[in-house]
C-alpha cells in the first residue's frame, strides 16, 4: 500500500492505454510518454504495461507502507527518499514507512513513479488508465487527492540500486506528411518544416497547442469528421496548429498537415510549457528505425536487470 500525503499536480494513474475501442468513441488515454512508462517497469522488473503514478511537472509526496522498490523516468524530478536526494532513472529499495517526496520535474514534464509489482488497481474496458472525461479507471476515474491508498502488487523482495541510461529530451520532433498537407500553401508547408513553434499553457492531455507562423490553405476546404488519434497535427481556422495526445477525442473535422512518428511522441510529451521547438520531416523507413532503436532501449534495460538481479 502507498498513501498519497500531498498532491499538488494533476497525478493520475496510466498504464499503455487502450486499445480497439475508439470506433465506440473510447479514447486511448495512457501514459503520455510510453517509452518513460516501460522503461520504469523494466528497471523494476515488471511487465512493461503495468501501471505507474504519473505525474505532470508538480510535485506529490507519497509514503510507502511496506516494502518494495520503486524508480521515477520521464522527467528529471528533484526527489527526495526521508530527505535523502534520490535520481530520475535509478531504481531504489524503500522500507515501510519511508517518504519519497517529488517536489517538481526540473527538465520535462511528464514524470512516471513505478513500483515493484505495478500499482494494483481494477482494469475497466481493459485497461487501468485513467479517462478523466469518462471518468474510467485508476482510482474512480479522477486525479489522485490526498489520502489515497494505492494498493500494489509488491511481493516485498528488496532489490538493489541500478540505474540506467535516461531518456534524452530533444526539441526536434520527427513527423510524417498528413493527408491533406498538399492542401496548404507552399509557403505554410515551408513554415511548418522550417519555423520554431511555442507550447502555449492550454496545452493538456488532449492537445498541445503551438504558437507560431499562421498555416494557411489553399482554399476553403470542407471536411467530415473522421478518424484521427495521438499524434495527429491538426489546423483550425486559426491556423495555429494542436497535436492531439494521449487523451484526444476519436474524431475531428480538421484539415490535418502532418503526424508525429510513433517514436517521438514520449519526446513531444516531455516538451516544457513554452518552451519552442521544431518539427523535421522524415520517411516511412526512418520512422520504422526510430521505433526500433526506442526497442533497441528497451530490450537494453532487459538485459541490465536480468545481469543484475
Not at 125 to 138: E, M, N, P, V, Y
Not at 217 to 226: A, C, D, N, W
Amino acid at each position: 500500500m502507498i498513501e498519497v500525503l500531498d498532491v499538488q499536480s494533476r497525478a493520475t494513474i496510466q498504464d499503455l492505454g487502450r486499445f480497439g475501442l475508439r470506433k465506440f468513441g473510447i479514447s486511448h488515454c495512457g501514459a503520455m510518454d510510453k517509452l518513460a512508462l516501460q522503461a520504469g517497469n523494466l528497471l523494476l522488473g515488471n511487465a512493461p504495461d503495468l501501471p505507474a503514478i504519473e505525474v505532470p511537472l508538480g510535485g506529490i509526496t507519497l509514503q510507502f507502507q511496506h516494502d518494495t522498490n520503486f524508480c521515477v523516468t520521464g522527467a528529471f524530478y528533484d526527489m527526495e527518499l526521508d530527505g535523502v536526494p534520490v535520481y530520475a532513472y535509478w531504481r531504489y529499495p524503500v522500507r515501510t514507512g519511508q517518504i519519497l517526496k517529488m517536489h517538481r520535474a526540473k527538465i520535462g514534464m511528464y514524470g512516471y513513479l513505478c513500483v515493484s509489482g505495478g500499482i494494483d488497481v481494477t482494469p475497466e474496458l481493459h485497461s487501468c488508465s485513467t479517462d478523466i472525461r469518462a471518468k474510467i479507471g485508476g482510482i474512480e476515474g479522477r486525479y489522485l487527492k490526498t489520502g489515497d491508498q494505492l494498493k500494489t502488487a509488491s511481493n516485498g523482495v528488496l532489490l538493489s540500486p541500478l540505474g540506467i541510461a535516461p531518456i534524452p529530451l530533444k526539441s526536434t520532433i520527427y513527423a510524417l506528411p498528413s493527408s491533406e498537407y498538399h492542401a496548404f500553401k507552399r509557403k505554410s508547408q515551408y513554415y511548418w518544416w522550417r519555423r520554431k513553434w511555442t507550447l502555449q499553457s492550454n496545452s493538456d492531455r488532449m492537445g498541445y497547442r503551438f504558437q507560431g507562423e499562421v498555416l494557411e490553405l489553399k482554399k476553403p476546404l470542407e471536411m467530415l469528421s473522421h478518424a484521427i488519434q495521438f499524434g495527429t497535427v491538426q489546423v483550425p481556422p486559426s491556423g495555429q496548429p494542436i497535436i492531439l495526445m494521449a487523451d484526444a477525442q476519436t474524431t475531428g473535422g480538421y484539415p490535418k498537415i502532418a503526424n508525429i512518428i510513433d517514436a517521438d511522441l514520449g519526446s513531444l510529451a516531455q516538451v516544457r510549457l513554452g518552451s519552442t521547438i521544431h518539427f523535421e520531416a522524415v520517411t516511412l523507413e526512418q520512422a520504422a528505425k526510430l521505433r526500433r532503436k526506442n526497442e533497441v532501449y528497451l530490450n537494453q534495460i532487459r538485459r541490465i536487470v536480468n545481469e543484475t538481479n
